[in-house]
């Protein structure tokens, strides 16, 4: 049965669903229709609890192997199959699932400045209505609590964004030859070289694919008012139960609600320095680690000023 011949396995909010819907349009490749099956996130059913909107995420995984592999049955003869789940990287025991069932694959990996990488996972749950702290720091500190009443990854701002425990440890499991390490500046700055850069790592023919499409992007933050205060209630609230509901009633319930939150627009959120000083001292240690397992550096990161560094 088919199975992928590589992964783009991290990092969530670095650009992954960009890369993977530049990458469909790739003669050459496969992708599965499902963005991010998590198939290897698990060796069995998913878990059944959770934060708000957990467990109907959990609702969506890939588990059962049969499933998984008929993802790429309609895979063209000769296509080069490959599906995007950003959690692969940050979930260590996922490294040997992915290496016990398929040893050759390669893997693309995408990082960002961990604190602007952070930053707009908070934002993504908090535009959603998922999130319940108004402030972006104390959200933060709430991690190891979350952690320990079982939140998904996707709630870990700081633990996803410290990569070179990450990258040291699929170092430990893969050949490097099959890693390739991108930067999320790459593909702002440079999207078609970053683009030949995967199409080479890949083994398909570069200079077809000239542009990123702009996917899952944070435009703005939601008020925190008396009016969106009441809506993000009613979606943790469907978070936490929607999921004994059909997808159907789910989707036409939570979508008028979502509409009303995002009735205003306004401007891209960034981090500030404030919050980068308060964040930096979390992830200094781990970026030195990076460096010495890459050889590269990634000391502009430190740096407190957002606009002095690239991401």
Known sequence: ????????????????????????????????????????????????????GDVQTYQEHVWRRADYEA???????????????????????AHDRIHALIPAARLVVLLRDPVDRAHSNWTHLWNAGLEPEADFLTACRAEQQRRAAGWADFWHYVSLGLYGRQVQHLYQVFPREQVLLMRYRELKDAPVAALDRVCDFLGVRAGVLSEIPRENVNRHVVEDNGVNRLLRGLLRAGGQFGHRFPVPLRLAARGPILTALHRKTGARPVTTPQER??????????????????????????????????A
């Not at 080069?80 to 692969?88: D, K, M, N, Q, S």
């Not at 308060?278 to 430190?302: K, M, S």
């Open 277 to 310: 000083a308060a964040l930096l001292p979390l992830f200094a240690d781990d970026i030195a680690l990076l460096q010495d397992v890459t050889g590269e550096r990634y000391d502009d990161w430190l740096s407190v000023d957002r606009h002095a560094n690239a």
């Open 71 to 93: 993802l790429f049955t309609p895979a063209p003869p000769g296509a080069v199959r490959g599906e995007a789940t950003p959690f692969y990287l940050y979930d260590l025991a």
């Open 1 to 52: 049965m088919p199975l992928p011949d590589f992964l783009i396995a991290g990092v969530p909010k670095a650009g992954t669903t960009a890369l993977h819907a530049a990458l469909v349009r790739h003669p050459q490749l496969y992708l599965s229709k499902v963005k991010e099956p998590k198939f290897f996130l698990s060796d069995g059913p998913p878990p059944t609890s959770g934060g708000p």
